[in-house]
């Protein structure tokens, strides 16, 4: 899960940087393994429908929530 905590860690700047549109599949492949981590199935579920369905628009929400909050939308 080195992954996840290095993600966190990374300034501001990376984090917007690493949302814009194809490279927003890095927070995608975070988000499905903070929910592993967490052995939280469900979220799993939802964040590959999204990734697939949603994912060319899911980098503006993401983008905007890393602006605004400093980290990705998560449920």
């Known amino acids: 899960m080195e992954f996840v905590e290095w993600?966190?860690?990374q300034s501001l700047g990376i984090k917007a940087l690493l949302s814009i549109f194809?490279?927003?599949?890095?927070?995608?492949?975070?988000?499905?393994?903070k929910a592993s981590k967490n052995?939280?199935?469900?979220?799993?579920?939802?964040?590959?429908?999204i990734a697939i369905?949603?994912?060319?628009?899911?980098?503006?929400?993401?983008?905007i929530f890393i602006l605004v909050?400093?980290?990705v939308l998560e449920f």
Do not use: E, H, P
């Open 7 to 9: 993600m966190d860690k």
């Open 22 to 33: 194809y490279l927003d599949l890095t927070w995608i492949i975070y988000r499905i393994i």
């Open 39 to 49: 052995n939280d199935s469900l979220k799993m579920v939802i964040w590959i429908l």
């Open 53 to 63: 369905f949603a994912g060319y628009i899911w980098w503006i929400v993401d983008l």
């Open 69 to 71: 909050q400093g980290k």
